[in-house]
């Protein structure tokens, strides 16, 4: 089977401020088993914007054969996405990357989860999977402001859930590890996915204790690997591509 | 009879299209899409003598039709190209166009020497145009002399026939093209990359972090077809054609132009069977502009 496919929109709608909420629905879905991938979706057949868009997949679900993605509008590839209607067919390359492991997680073990801003999507499918496994879930979010903020009862049905927005204006007044030194949260694996400031932090504060896995960004062409633009560093000084070794790194393997 | 069969020097391919090198990597991704030995041929990504870890990022930037790149070369050197890279390719049916660059004049020498020896590397593509590397490549590319003398060097090691890749960042790329065949070149593959720049409208910065990078997609495809056009005119050995190609449409008029084969860069980032597509398609665009074989269509334009 080809691994692009147009796939039509079931539903959009405005979540937060410039955050869209896009449920799309085909075949690709039944070869998505992995919280942490990412799609390369063609917004349009014509020659502008030429290259595709990586967006991260938030939920999956094959039963309905559809899959979720929240993205925020800010280029004009994602501006001319939030305009699409339901109906109305995307072009979509995935899912692509490797994704986050859960497996060596033990059912006793507490999984913190955080998420910054548009990084918070991926960790919705992972609350879902390690609440399915029986794990406590910890969700620390973290938004610039009250209006940024979603999901935050869609993350409560599966985790324990924190909101940290760095004005104050909901939650937690700062960011997302300052919040979970605050409140002293305990926990076995960390998985983050968001800026970079937050997962140097996140590194350098539990680097050397934890377990767990962080996910990259990077600027993409191709995002299969074959183009080289979107790589980063190992501790080992060796090159990875973080759409194909990545986006989700072990915590520790990327120099930051 | 096939219809899509090109003869070049060292290469007799089943069909034109081959990716473009540094756009398909050593093909190791795209196999996981579809079977490779359905291509003509591919340019498998720049190899060096010792390995490089290309430029810092952002490496890319989108355009209006097209995009800018600034890789910088990485690859895993030479050695491991042919000890772990091309032993990969050998289970395909698939000559292989290597793609070879260097800093220095003794590098590419070193290079062409080692790779050439390759069993299933049937021609060389030597890299005397990449623009996002300080040294080496398009500082080679520039002037007539410099490039005659790196082709006669190349010509002498090379166990298998040698493409030079023209530049188009060039006042005059014919003197280039003609200086080239002189020197003893087999063909030529044309053009590159486009050198280009953007900036970020909060900074004020440029987007790569190379600061410039090669512009490439359809929005070069006008300067490509200027280009062969005016090559094919001034010498006599065969032009692999790219720049924007994205369908096979695309194809014949490269072949008008002046192109006996092409090769497909950008479009693979896009759509990654975008080459097997254009293959697929190409027949049916011979009948509809009445071309009993594709090889006859070369320099159409021209008649």
């Known amino acids: ?256 | 009879m096939n219809r899509l069969a090109v003869e070049l020097p060292g290469l007799s391919l089943k069909n034109p299209v081959i990716p473009a090198s540094g756009c398909f990597g050593f093909g190791r991704e795209f196999a996981e899409y579809y079977d490779l030995s359905r291509l003509g041929s591919i340019m498998i990504k720049a190899a060096t003598d010792e390995a490089r870890v290309g430029n810092p990022t952002p490496r890319v930037a989108e355009t209006p039709g097209g995009m800018l790149n600034a890789i910088g070369l990485q690859n895993p050197g030479v050695d491991k190209i042919i000890e772990h890279e091309l032993p990969f390719l050998e289970q395909y049916d698939l000559p292989i166009i290597a793609n070879v660059a260097g800093k220095t004049l003794d590098e590419y020498v070193t290079v062409a020497k080692k790779i050439s020896k390759a069993p299933n590397v049937k021609a060389l593509e030597i890299n005397i145009s990449c623009p996002n590397v300080k040294e080496g490549g398009i500082a080679f590319g520039t002037d007539a002399n410099v490039a005659a003398e790196l082709t006669k060097a190349i010509k002498e090691v090379s166990s298998v026939p040698v493409y030079i890749k023209l530049s188009p960042n060039v006042t005059n790329v014919v003197e280039i093209a003609k200086a080239v065949e002189s020197a003893g070149a087999d063909g030529i593959t044309m053009i590159n990359t486009l050198l280009g720049m953007r900036f970020d409208m909060k900074t004020g910065k440029p987007i790569l972090a190379n600061g410039t990078g090669g512009l490439s997609g359809p929005a070069i495809k006008p300067v490509a077809l200027r280009m062969i056009h005016d090559v094919y005119k001034a010498v006599n050995i065969p032009i692999i054609g790219m720049g924007g190609i994205e369908t096979a449409e695309d194809v014949l008029e490269f072949f008008y132009a002046g192109a006996s084969a092409v090769a497909v860069g950008t479009a693979n980032f896009i759509n990654p069977y975008a080459c097997v597509d254009i293959i697929d398609r190409l027949p049916e665009v011979l009948d509809k502009y009445g071309f009993e074989k594709l090889s006859d269509a070369t320099g159409f334009a021209h008649k």
């Open chain 1, 1 to 256: 089977m080809r691994k692009v496919q147009n796939m039509t929109i079931v539903s959009q709608r405005s979540i937060a401020k410039n955050i869209y909420e896009i449920v799309l629905s085909g075949d690709l879905v039944q070869g998505m088993f992995q919280a942490g991938q990412f799609v390369n979706i063609k917004i349009n057949e014509v020659a502008y914007p030429l290259l595709r868009r990586p967006i991260s997949i938030c939920e999956i679900n094959q039963t309905l054969n559809q899959f979720t993605m929240i993205y925020r509008a800010e280029g004009e590839g994602t501006k001319l996405l939030s305009q699409k209607k339901s109906g109305e067919q995307v072009n979509i390359l995935g899912p692509l990357g490797t994704g986050f492991d859960i497996d060596e997680i033990q059912q006793d073990e507490t999984v913190i989860l955080v998420g910054g801003g548009i990084g918070v999507p991926p960790m919705y499918e992972m609350a879902k999977r390690l609440h399915a496994k029986g794990n406590k879930v910890i969700a620390v979010l973290g938004f610039a402001s009250s209006c940024d903020v979603f999901y935050e009862e869609e993350f409560k049905v599966y985790a324990e859930v924190h909101i940290a927005t760095m004005d104050g204006s909901q939650g937690f007044k700062g960011n997302v590890v300052q919040l979970i030194n605050e409140k002293n949260l305990t926990f076995d694996w960390i998985y983050g996915c968001g800026p970079k400031v937050m997962l140097e932090a996140i590194e350098r504060q539990f680097g050397q204790t934890k377990k767990g896995y962080l996910s990259f960004e990077e600027r993409m062409a191709c995002g299969i690997g074959a183009c080289y633009a979107c790589v980063c560093q190992r501790n080992d000084g060796k090159m990875a591509r973080v759409c194909k070794e990545g986006p989700v790194f072990k915590l520790g393997e990327v120099l930051l």
